[in-house]
Every structure is written in C-alpha cells, then in structure tokens.
C-alpha cells in the first residue's frame, strides 16, 4: 500500500518497539490509520507527526492519559505550527534551566577546590532547577490552551481592529508613565503593540508562572534588539498578584487583562493594586459577561448534556456585571467600555481545539468519541457558526 507503513515499518523508522506502538494503539494515544479485515495496522506520515508529539510529550513528563487528552483529534497545519513553536519555547526553556544548573555546579566545585565556605543555598537552587518536571507540564499545557483561544479570536473575529490593539488605545499612556501587568501571559499586549508604545515608558510585566515570563522575554528581546541589553521599557518578575512586591505609590497604570476574575481573594487582590498606584493612578482591568461564547456551551451540551466546559462560571466571580459595584469602593471613578465584536467559524479544527483547551470535564465526554464529535461541529458550523462575544475593560481611576 503506497504511503502506507507496517506496524513493525513504523516501529523501525520511529525507534521504538512494535510493542510500544500496539501500546498506545491499545491506550487509544496512537491509533492506525487503516485496519486491514485481517487485522493487520498500518501508519501514515501524519502519524509520524502525532507520535512526535507523543514523544515529546512523554520526555517532559506527562502521562499516558495527560498525553491522551493533549494530542486527541486531526492536527490541521496550523495546530502542527502551534504545536511545533511551543516545543520550541520549551527547549529553550530546557536549555536556559540546564545552563543554570551548569553554573551552580561550576560555582560549587570551585568553591570546594578552593575550600571556600559552601553556600549550601546554591544546593538549594540545584534541587529547584533539577526539579522542574512539574513546571514544564503546567507551562506546556498553559501555552497550548493560550494558544487555542487567541487563534480563534484572531482568525475568525468580525472586528478586525483586534482585543490588544483596542485595549492598548483604551489604555491611552502618556510618555514617561510607569505601567504594571499582572498576569501577563504571553506577552501578546506588548508584542501587537510594541510600535506603538511611548519612547520613555517602563513597563514590569508580572504573571505567575516563571516560563510564561520566559517566553514573554525571549519575545520581546527579538523586538527590542540591543536596546533589550542596556536600555529595555521592560523588566520582568514572577508574584501572586495578591501580593505585589512593590512599594506603595510606586506606578501610573496598573493592566489586568482577564484576570481577576482568577483570583480567589479578589478583595485583597484590588486592595493590592490599589495600593501600588500612584495618587490618581488608572487601573484598566477587563471581563466577560454572561453571554460571553454562550453559543459554544450549548454546542457541547447539545453532543452532550453533561459536558461542562468551566467548573465554575468566572463572571459571577468578577465580570461586566458586577465589576463596576466591586471596583468603586477602592476607586474614585469607574468607567466600562464594551468591545463590539463577535465570531463566524467555518471550520471544525480551531473551535473544537477551543473546546478541548477549555477548564471543564469535556475531555471525559469527547476523547473517547472525537470522529463523532467532530462530525457533530462539523454539520453544525457547516453554513458558518455565529459566537456572541460580550467583553469590556473597566477604567478607575484611583482616590
């Protein structure tokens, strides 16, 4: 069969045992694409492509059923070029952390050699970057899902201006101004905007995760070029923004992009940024409303009922209708601006990768029957799929 390869062909051009691929045939990781009535397997190259991932995957420690959930479904090229770019960041990220090890070792065994007094905390360090297993998996897995809500929003979103460039024009910073983000992410506020940003600004970008930070950097150097050596806008550190560690009164602007609404002491969390704002200080924090990608919610629930694409439903906990009342208690003014926007999909991939990248127990419910399920999107996007987006910043200005 031309294009066709045995399972023992397979195995053999991959590296690994025939065992190994009727393992992941049997765990439903790595299917083949044609069974012959005799029962005999065969692969294709796109198999190929999906057995590297597998591999990846299973090097920076997730499990067979993480890798399960994660590689599920038909890689269109762009999930292949997402996919692909993340595995980038993390062996940069690999390779940053191994170099730091290589350091620590290197200080340690000069230290002995010279017998100087140990620093036991650089032990300490080695433990910590030797450790980062757990990192890696949450990194990866915090990019892929970022990933699949901005290339939704990007490609089929009817307001062609775009989320960052409007929150950026929202946010209308002065020359000189000192400008705080918690929860930065990807960085994508910075990076759409960069052209646009005043000459004498400094910008601390903050998130949680220290890799997100990482690939943030990484990006943004590419733009900034020598200037990122000697003289960048940006610094960056990783804190819980319920405790900033910064001085009070220390900042012009203060930007939360979609992500109160992910704090669970919200109350200590504003009083915060209160806090480091300078007197009249602006914080530009976004939310959803409760319609916000209602009609993805009832997609799922019309395949199936128990399908819950969120545990908990965020906008209750801070969104456009209940934000105002709980900003003006630590704010002077509060003023809410809507994003007009919406969306028309007219391809499976993307949205049901939205799906899968979503916080609930879809996976339980689709994994197992994705043809069905992508058969089911399919007939339903198939005279284009109209997305109620219902999304908005606040600006307050402080006391």
Known sequence: MNGYYTSGQFAKMAHISVRTVRYYDKQNILKPSFVKDSGARYYTDEDFVRLQQILLLKYLGFSLEEIRNMTVGELDKQMLRNSLRIQQKLVKDQIEQMQMV???????????????????S???????????ENSLKTQYQNASNIDARIRLHQDYSTNLQGWFPWVFEQCDFPDGSKILEVGCGNGAMWLENYSRIPENTRIVLS??????????????????????LHDSKFQYQAFDCQEIPYEDACFDYVVANHVLFYCEDLEKTITEISRVLKPNGILICSGYGSNHMKEITDLVQGFNSSISLSADKLYEHFGLDNGKDL??????????????????????????????????????YIVNRYKDFR????????K????????????????
């Open 375 to 382: 058969s089911f999107v399919e007939k339903k996007i198939k």
């Open 122 to 132: 650089q032990m300490m360090n080695l433990i910590h970057l030797t450790g980062m």
């Open 207 to 228: 998130d949680i995760s220290d890799g997100m930070l990482r690939d943030t950097r990484r990006e943004l150097e590419k733009l900034e070029g020598e200037s990122a």
């Open 327 to 364: 900003l003006v208690e630590y704010f002077d003014s509060v003023v809410c601006r809507m994003y007009e926007d919406s969306l028309i999909v007219d391809e499976p991939e993307p949205l049901i990768e939205y799906i899968l990248s979503c916080h609930g127990n879809q996976n339980q």
């Open 102 to 120: 290589v350091q620590a070792i290197e200080d340690t065994t000069m230290a002995l050699d010279e017998n100087q007094v140990i620093d036991w």
């Open 384 to 399: 284009g799929f109209h997305i109620t987006k219902e999304a908005g910043v606040f600006i307050c200005k402080k006391k």
